[in-house]
């Protein structure tokens, strides 16, 4: 007998379900690796190894700090855009699976990736209680090429259990800037420069949550950040996958 994951479930669907599984087995979203049949997200062994961000943290970025500190080296040497960001795991523990996400077509991760930052993140956006999440933006060009946006995709599984829409058009991106993780210090700002605008004339919005996959020195997050407020956004927040260290 073909056990019911769902009561609402009709017998056709769920031996269609089953056979896909068969067919197109899942993976793991950390490792990669196949799953037991009718498991889904991240294996047993990984789930063990999950290392979230804990206290301290800096106030303004939501980075690692020492346990004196209150601000990151980045925060505490320039002025950031946004209000507050925070993020749910360090980079380097999930770099392997950010990468097959974003290159290798690996866009089932962001249901895994969201139900963990949903349930993490939920008094912080009890708090901060904001009208919209607004993803970082791809140029047109990039996103064809590569099919999709991966911080979209994450913010629309986000939109999905906390009932929060999401707003994709709302910022553009009209430059195509190169990769970030290619460039140091000073110039990912530079790099930014007139990368963003805003996608409508009608903005009545007061708080949103900019979603990006990656934080690092706040570059990005800044520059989406400033033309929010340009068009009159009040509050602008940061929630990110993963925060990686400064430069």
């Known amino acids: 007998m073909i056990p019911y994951k769902n009561d609402r479930e009709d017998l056709p669907t769920v031996i269609g379900r089953v056979l896909l599984d068969l067919v197109y087995p899942r993976r793991c979203a950390l490792c990669d690796g196949v799953l037991p049949r009718g498991q889904e ?13 804990k206290e301290p943290l800096c106030l303004k970025c939501g980075k690692p700090v020492g346990d004196r500190e209150e601000y990151c080296h980045d925060c505490s040497q320039r002025e950031h855009e946004f209000r507050e960001g925070a993020a749910l795991f360090e980079y380097g523990c999930i770099k392997a699976s950010l990468y097959r996400y974003k290159y ?21 956006i009890e708090l901060w209680r904001p009208q919209a999440l607004v993803p970082v933006p791809m140029y047109p060009g990039k996103k064809r090429q590569r099919g999709y946006n991966q911080a979209e995709l994450l913010a629309k599984e986000l939109s999905l259990l906390w009932k929060i829409p999401v707003e994709g058009g709302l910022v553009l991106r009209c430059r195509n800037t190169r990769p970030m993780k290619e460039i140091e210090g000073k110039n990912r700002q530079n790099n930014l420069k007139k990368a963003f605008k805003i996608g409508r004339n009608d903005v009545k919005l007061n708080t949103i ?6 934080y690092t020195t706040g570059s990005t ?17 940061v929630l990110s996958l993963a925060i990686g260290k400064g430069f």
């Open 104 to 124: 290798g077509g690996r866009q089932e991760y962001a249901a895994f990736y969201a139900r963990h930052m949903a349930a993490r993140m939920k008094k912080k």
């Open 41 to 53: 997200g991240c294996c047993e062994q990984c789930a063990l190894e999950l290392r979230y961000l």
């Open 221 to 237: 997050a800044d520059a989406v950040s400033r033309v929010c407020k340009a068009a009159g956004i009040r509050q602008v927040y």
């Open 209 to 214: 949550v900019i979603i990006d996959d990656i």
